[in-house]
């Protein structure tokens, strides 16, 4: 069983609508969880991130986060043509002892919105 | 400047060649990580950082070694690589405290190892 997993998609929606992509993951210690754009030959650009159950909101995006059935979700309201990118989840495994964390990343849903 | 900066933004090299790669961070944090990104394949964490100490080695071959002089550098440096080296390299950084401790990445270095 993968730590995180994502469908790779390509998950397409048209313009206006709302994009739901969806991530589970293995480790129940699992204490924080992230999301990020990556644009094609661009790095990774953090957009969400959330550790407490319940929803969170920043604009258009709202981060879900299930610790219960160990998913999180995230949902883009009014999708535009510069959504379509790969969204990258991570989660956040464990603490490193002497400092600094160990996310583990999954491989990404690819968006796409249509005209 | 701000955010995190790595250079070069691209790096051809031949297998028997020496290369670093650098990462410097303009956000006061006091963790650094280097990942590798290749095709298909999830984020690899490679190695990490805190108050310059090196405090996570993900099995990494010993053709890459890294380096942290200070909380805002740090440096990979590459020998006798191979071909499935190639791949993107990513610096990151984030502030440890408690709670939610999100990395910030770099532009990264687009390695082609020939």
């Known amino acids: 069983q993968k730590e995180v997993e994502q469908n790779s998609g390509p998950l397409s929606v048209p313009e206006g609508a709302i994009a739901s992509l969806n991530c589970t993951y293995s480790d129940r210690g699992s204490q924080s969880f992230f999301w990020y754009r990556q644009y094609s030959g661009k790095s990774p650009e953090l957009i969400m991130f959330?550790?407490?159950?319940g929803d969170k909101e920043d604009g258009r995006f709202t981060a879900q986060l299930n610790k219960a059935s160990q998913y999180v979700s995230l949902l883009i309201r009014d999708s535009q043509p510069s959504d379509s990118a790969t969204y990258l989840c991570?989660?956040?495994?464990?603490?490193?002892?002497?400092?600094?964390?160990?996310?583990?990343f999954g491989t990404g849903t690819q968006l796409k919105v249509e005209l | 400047e701000t955010g995190v900066t790595q250079t070069p933004r691209h790096l051809v090299m031949g297998m028997t060649n020496k290369k670093s790669l650098k990462c410097e961070q303009h956000?006061?944090?006091?963790?650094m990580y280097w990942y590798k990104q290749s095709a298909k394949k999830p984020l690899e964490l490679m190695f990490v950082?805190?108050?310059?100490?090196?405090?996570e080695n993900n099995s990494v071959p010993s053709r890459f070694s890294p380096e942290c002089p200070n909380s805002s550098h740090l440096f990979l440096h590459l020998h006798t690589l191979q071909p499935e080296d190639s791949a993107l390299y990513l610096c990151?950084?984030?502030?440890?405290?408690?709670?939610?401790?999100?990395?910030?990445f770099g532009p990264g270095t687009r390695l082609t190892v020939t």
């Open positions: 950082y805190s108050l310059e100490e090196r405090v």
């Open positions: 990151a950084s984030s502030q440890d405290r408690v709670g939610a401790n999100e990395q910030y």
């Open positions: 991570a989660v956040n495994i464990r603490k490193l002892t002497g400092g600094g964390n160990k996310l583990t």
């Open positions: 959330i550790y407490s159950n």
């Open positions: 956000l006061g944090h006091n963790a």
